[in-house]
């Protein structure tokens, strides 16, 4: 069964540091989505991405965010200069089609510790 | 704005027993409810979704969600629970007519004892 995959699990940085969370969608999907899960708490959408372009984005999707699809099968989500407040899991997401019904399809995950 | 109410952060039920993770959303217009469940360290997966039609809806490993639109609510159910079902359990609701935006409840973890 196809399913959603990350890189990496787990990524330590320092306060201030960049870093790019990669994601590889099941490959016939069109739609792309990244969440994120502070620990203990719930699941918060953060974007989402179409036809390489981002098509909603939460509040939380601020400046320091970034995401990118650069080549035909990674989704990237880029944090430009992390905060401690960004440790989280984030979690990539993504489904056949946008404005249906469509269940998103989730990978396991990246943790982001913020130090 | 949407929303999703899981009023419990904790069920606890028997091995053998019926479980009902409870499930209150509000949304504009028609919604699509999900539910997910979450194992440690690991993503979501996806369980059941209303869409239309049968307020009752079937899902994976015996799990069924009952879609009331009058009480807004959308509880997941089992008639038998097992151990291996304890889990983190996510409701999520979208709203139909374009609009991609999932989202979730703030999770309830059952426990099901031996």
């Known amino acids: 069964e196809p399913e959603v995959t990350q890189t990496p699990s787990h990524q330590v940085t320092q306060m201030g540091q960049e870093v790019i969370l990669r994601c590889v969608p099941i490959s016939n999907h069109l739609y792309f989505y990244w969440y994120r899960q502070i620990l203990g708490q719930k699941v918060e959408f953060l974007v989402s991405?179409?036809?390489?372009?981002?098509?909603?984005k939460s509040e939380i999707f601020d400046d320091q965010f970034s995401v990118e699809r650069p080549d035909g099968s990674n989704f990237t989500l880029k944090i430009r200069s992390t905060k401690l407040e960004d440790s989280a899991m984030y979690f990539c997401?993504?489904?056949?089609?946008?404005?249906?019904?469509?269940?998103?399809?989730f990978g396991p995950g990246t943790r982001l510790t913020v130090t | 704005a949407q929303s999703v109410a899981q009023p419990e952060d904790q069920v606890n039920v028997a091995e053998g027993n019926p479980l009902t993770v409870k499930c209150t959303y509000s949304v504009s217009g028609n919604p699509y409810l999900f539910w997910y469940v979450q194992y440690p360290n690991r993503g979501l997966q996806f369980l059941l979704k209303y869409i239309t039609g049968d307020n009752l809806v079937k899902g994976s490993y015996g799990f069924e969600a009952e879609f009331n639109k009058s009480q807004t609510s959308f509880h997941l159910k089992k008639p038998s629970a097992l151990v291996s079902d304890s889990a983190l359990y996510f409701c999520a609701v979208r709203a139909s007519g374009g609009y991609q935006k999932v989202t979730f409840g703030t999770g309830t973890k059952l426990q099901v004892i031996p």
């Open positions: 991405f179409y036809n390489n372009e981002i098509s909603e």
């Open positions: 997401a993504s489904t056949v089609g946008g404005q249906g019904p469509y269940e998103q399809y």
